[in-house]
């Protein structure tokens, strides 16, 4: 059994429990399991799908493979996740004209570099509406918000299992859901339409083929037992570097008490820098032998969607002014005090130089 055997069956049964809910589906990528969840939502062209404007480009790129618009809402600039406060106007904006309303399907939230976005306003306005909510916690397995475990606030939720995240299987995505009825449309989408019914195995709906092999299960497997170790020493590391920053030119990362970040990544704010983000604090760091990078996309202003929709710069005020600033910084277990220690002086340095 070399394809989505045992192995991935137990992982999915690992991974479910953590988030407190009855089913997890495994595929290839979490970028195959964010399509996947709109696709068994209905979503097709012509429809809008709400996202926020800072992210890695999957969470839009899922939107347009099903012929959908992304409808982008801008961030929090602080927590680099969603403004409930824009997401409701934008809402209001779209449901009152009856053509827009009629197409707006779904809202996407991320929650951002393993920190979760405000979902209990969220979920009120999601029910508010009535626009179902899919969770991109591509970067929050083990997260919290306010009694919420990351994955359980909306209809579905989505984890990453590339290398880039805490835990891993080299390629692979799982999605959590308390919803039957939907769990078995992603069973079927992500193996070819194959649907088991009252008569057998049958093919129910033109699917795909996205399993996750069995080698990947069993390495995500004894992945998840080192978690809650790897979770808590990069809550020690953040610890470390909130420390170091404190007095200094760089903002370290917000803080919502009302949540547990799991940090997948420790993305600071520098001065800002100008449209092309810290290139040039990034570029000084790289000459000093450390490697760093800037925080993720402002998706509407690359290419496709900028030459497709005609964004600008001030579109998306907020998304201008962190993306011109934020910078992710050397964040490994092989990381010592010392050498965040020489990453925080080198990047004061830096900032200093590039000015
Ligand atoms: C990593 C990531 C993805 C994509 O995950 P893959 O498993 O690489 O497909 C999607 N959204 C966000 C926010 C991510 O960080």
Known sequence: ?????????????????????????????????????????????????????????????????????????????????????ELEKHIKKLKRRSATSRRLKAIIVVHTFGQMADVVAIRALADRYGVPVIEDAACALGASYDGYTAGSAGIMGCFSMHPRKAVTTGEGGIIVTRNTRMARMLQALRSHGQMVTASGTEFMVPGYNLRMTDFQGALGVSQMAKLDQILSKRREMAAIYDSLFSNTPVTAPFVDTRGISVYQSYVVKVPACGRRGPVKVIELLKERGIETNIGTCHMPLTRYFRSRYCYKRGDFP????????????PFHSGLSSGDQKKVANELIRAIGDST
């Open 318 to 329: 907020v998304t201008d002014q962190v993306f011109s600033s934020a910078m992710s910084l």
């Open 1 to 85: 059994m070399l394809v989505q055997g045992k192995n991935v069956q137990l992982l999915e049964k690992i991974v479910a429990e953590r988030c407190g809910l009855p089913h997890a589906i495994a595929m290839n990528s979490c970028t195959s399991t964010l399509h996947m969840c709109l696709v068994s939502l209905g979503v097709g062209p012509g429809d809008l799908v709400i996202v926020p404007s800072y992210s890695w480009i999957a969470t839009a790129n899922v939107v347009s493979l099903c012929g959908a618009h992304p409808s982008f809402v801008d961030i929090d600039g602080r927590t680099f996740t969603i403004d409930p406060n």
